[in-house]
């Protein structure tokens, strides 16, 4: 992608950077930095690197011009014709990068592209990605024993 496509999708990006960086600065904030493409601090979970005392927040930004693009469980684990690692993959090579720093650690994928509903049986998905979530993710994170908050 080149041109305005691209230059869409750091505009957009950069919004979502200098929220997240607003939602994080507060009187007596524990935020040190916040910084954009920094592959120096792990790579495919760049996009924007928000470091405080105790924590460390790595997100990838994913904005798509269709907006009824949607992300499906084939999509976010096989590899698209650019690249040879699936964004799956990606995300999870970078948290290994990251994963013996100090603190908190939180990896986030951000994007316009919503969670897709249909099952893709040919491809060995016989659920949805938003079956998934509904089903496995949301109630995982809710179980008392895996429950963060």
């Known amino acids: ?3 305005i496509e691209a230059q869409s999708g750091f505009y957009y990006q950069n919004v979502v950077g200098a929220l997240r960086a607003l939602d994080l600065i507060e009187l007596g904030s524990p935020l040190v930095s916040v910084s954009f ?3 120096n601090k792990a790579e ?3 996009d924007i690197v928000a470091e405080g005392v105790g924590f460390a927040e790595f997100t990838q930004v994913k904005w798509a011009e269709d907006g009824d693009s ?3 469980l084939a999509n976010l684990t096989s ?3 650019s690249d040879s690692k699936s964004l799956l993959r990606k995300i999870a090579e970078g948290f290994c990068q990251i994963q013996n720093l100090d603190g908190t ?3 986030i994928l ?3 592209r919503g969670a ?10 016989h659920k949805s990605l938003n079956s998934f979530i509904t089903e496995f993710q949301i109630p995982f994170r809710q179980e008392p024993l895996y429950a963060s908050d």
């Open 1 to 3: 992608m080149g041109g």
């Open 37 to 39: 493409d920094n592959p």
């Open 44 to 46: 495919s979970i760049d």
């Open 70 to 72: 949607t992300f499906t």
């Open 79 to 81: 590899t698209d014709s």
């Open 105 to 107: 650690k939180q990896v």
């Open 110 to 112: 951000y994007s316009t």
């Open 116 to 125: 897709g509903t249909n099952a893709l049986p040919s491809k060995g998905f």
